[in-house]
T-cell receptor
Framework: AQSVTQLDSHVSVSEGTPVLLRCNYS??????LFWYVQHPNKGLQLLLK????ATLVKGINGFEAEFKKSETSFHLTKPSAHMSDAAEYFC???????????WGAGTKLIIKP | DAGVIQSPRHEVTEMGQEVTLRCKPI?????LFWYRQTMMRGLELLIY????????DSGMPEDRFSAKMPNASFSTLKIQPSEPRDSAVYFC???????????FGPGTRLLVL
């Protein structure tokens, strides 16, 4: 069965410093993985997705994530944080075959000026 | 491109009243999802439609909840009677086909007093 674990409930970084949001998954085969972002009182926006093509996936707003099968990880990174990046980030794995998404608990990213 | 449209964006009602939430998926998308988001339980899938047919309603909490999709461009989620524990943000999402990336609407924030 698939599952997804976001290792940090909160991450705090200073503006201009790198961002790392960690996600581990479990799956019996090559999964489809996503990162979604939710700004305060807003909907969920797709940041990027991995679907078994390139292991390094580039998304919007300068974010990228690397799929590492050996580590069962799909961490989200950004070289330089901006104040507008403050939001909650969700790592998501899709069950094979179909429509069901398994959501991580979310990581709140806090940006310090 | 209009994106997924939800209405109303905010709803405040009293316990026992009927609540109807509306969703217009992205044109051409064949699959539609209703989710509920709460602090305690995170994001939960309520019901999934494919080609206007309900495929999986196992997430619908109880008989007070019902959902319809009379055509490819409109869906409703109804709660009757509403209870305070129904207070949450309700999201609608759509995909071009089953198994593809889900695109979310801005959500309806429901408060039942």
């Amino acid at each position: 069965a698939q599952s997804v674990t976001q290792l940090d409930s909160h991450v705090s970084v200073s503006e201009g410093t790198p961002v790392l949001l960690r996600c581990n998954y479990s799956s019996s085969y090559s999964p489809s993985l996503f990162w979604y972002v939710q700004h305060p009182n807003k909907g969920l926006q797709l940041l990027l997705k991995y679907t078994s093509a390139a292991t390094l996936v580039k998304g919007i707003n300068g974010f990228e994530a690397e799929f590492k099968k050996s580590e069962t990880s799909f961490h989200l990174t950004k070289p330089s944080a901006h104040m507008s990046d403050a939001a909650e980030y969700f790592c998501v794995v899709r069950r094979d075959s179909n429509y069901q998404l398994i959501w991580g608990a979310g990581t709140k990213l806090i940006i310090k000026p | 491109d209009a994106g997924v449209i939800q209405s109303p964006r905010h709803e405040v009602t009293e316990m026992g009243q009927e609540v109807t939430l509306r969703c217009k998926p992205i044109s051409g998308h064949n699959s539609l999802f209703w989710y509920r988001q709460t602090m305690m339980r995170g994001l939960e899938l309520l019901i999934y439609f494919n080609n206007n047919v309900p495929i999986d309603d196992s997430g619908m909490p109880e008989d007070r909840f019902s959902a319809k999709m009379p055509n490819a461009s409109f869906s409703t989620l109804k709660i009757q009677p509403s209870e305070p524990r129904d207070s949450a943000v309700y999201f609608c999402a759509s995909t071009p086909q089953e198994g593809e990336t889900q695109y979310f609407g801005p959500g309806t924030r429901l408060l039942v007093l």
